[in-house]
């Protein structure tokens, strides 16, 4: 059988917008497997990123049951959250929230700070992960120096240095040329295979959407699988 | 807190601010120095003292908002994030007073002491809260 690592029952999310309720997503249900990569597509506005947030724990539905890796989400305060986007999901946002005044170094051992892993662990696994992602040549440099497709990858080497079990990439690919994006989505899926982590990518490219095992279409709030659809076509 | 935490936010405050703070409490001095027998030298390092950390407040926005976020995504417990913006505010709130609190050891004054700490907390608060209001929403 195979291992759900994301449960999705029945979630519901609603924004307050002044005096008004905003249904953001409705009904959301959805299992994903451990190791496969999943991307969700969807107009702009759509909820694809409330709902990546709301498996990061970022935030918390208005109702349904959110279970990361046998956590159940709601079960949690808010410092068991903390722990689990610490250790078992990892988010990148849209922007990379990559900190420029900081070296490649300081940004991917962040979350190693956080979790107070001494300095001899953290330099080692800083270093294995960039050699991984092919950027340990930068190890010192300022990320403000950096291209934009390499502080795309120093934000999936710090959001890969606590092997997630699942990672959330929010328009990973957005501000990329193509083929830089095709060489994302290569890391992706050699990510998932040697650590058999399941990902999660936003994208509005429906192009990327083929080099995905799965997808959704996020759509006035309910998520449909498209991956039938997509095939046929 | 961890003291991994704490060697975040030095990093980010040396390497974000300290180059502004620096500059600011050098030119407060230089007033100091230069127009020491004035009445109004005490009222002018205050105002530029305010100013200065309204301006510090503004143009490092981005990257302290950024800092937190980072620290918010990435595990940090809620109230350490909390702690970090207070202690921020505070910290460049005394830093900035430095000049202020030299000139006032020479003429102390109660009335303009009580105004200075008033208008600091007032700006350690905005600071706060708008630090508070952005980690959860940026």
């Keep these: 059988m195979e291992d759900i690592v994301v449960l999705l ?13 905003v249904v953001v997503l409705k009904k959301i249900n ?23 947030k709301l498996i990061a724990g970022l935030i918390r539905p208005d109702r349904g049951e959110i279970i990361v890796d ?9 410092n068991g959250l903390a722990m689990i986007r610490n250790t078992v999901v990892s988010y990148i946002p849209q922007d990379y929230g990559v900190i420029d005044e900081f070296t490649v170094f300081e940004n991917v ?14 330099v080692r696994r800083v270093r294995e992960v960039l050699e991984y992602i092919g950027l340990y040549n930068k190890v010192n440099v300022k990320t403000k120096l ?5 502080r795309q990858r120093v934000a999936i080497a710090r959001a890969l240095v ?24 290569e890391l992706f899926k050699n990510i998932r295979e040697d650590f058999k982590t399941t990902i999660v990518i936003v994208t509005h490219d429906p192009r990327l959407l083929d080099l995905m095992d799965r997808s959704f279409t996020l759509m006035d709030g309910y998520l449909k699988d498209a991956t039938y659809k997509r095939r046929e076509l | ?18 180059l502004k703070v620096s500059a600011i409490v050098s030119i407060n001095l230089l007033v100091i120095l230069l127009f020491r027998n004035n009445a109004l030298t005490p009222y ?19 990257l302290h908002s950024l800092l937190l976020y980072v620290l918010h995504v990435y595990g940090s417990r809620p109230n350490t994030v909390r702690i970090l913006i207070s202690l921020y505010s505070l910290l460049i709130a005394s830093i900035l007073s430095l000049p202020y609190l030299a000139i006032d050891l020479m003429s102390f004054s109660s009335a303009l002491t009580s105004t200075f700490l008033i208008a600091l907390s007032t700006l350690s608060l905005i600071y706060k809260n708008v630090r508070g209001g952005t980690s959860i929403t940026f």
């Design chain 1, 9 to 21: 029952k029945d979630v519901w999310k609603t924004y307050d917008e002044g005096n008004n309720k």
């Design chain 1, 30 to 52: 959805a299992s994903l497997m451990r190791g496969e990569i999943v991307g969700i597509h969807g107009p702009s506005g759509s909820g694809k990123t409330t709902l990546l």
């Design chain 1, 70 to 78: 046998g956590y159940n989400l709601n079960m949690l305060d808010d």
């Design chain 1, 109 to 122: 051992e962040l979350p190693m700070l956080i979790a107070g892993v001494d300095k001899e662990e953290r």
């Design chain 1, 146 to 150: 950096l291209s934009g497709g390499e």
């Design chain 1, 162 to 185: 606590m092997t997630p079990s699942v990672l959330l990439a929010d328009e990973p690919t957005a501000n990329l040329d193509w083929n830089t994006a095709l060489k994302v989505i």
């Design chain 2, 1 to 18: 807190m961890g003291s991994n935490i704490l060697m975040i936010f030095v990093k980010v405050v040396t390497r974000g601010s300290g």
């Design chain 2, 44 to 62: 002018l390092t205050m105002l530029l003292s305010m100013v200065a950390s309204a301006a510090i407040i503004i143009i490092d926005f981005r």
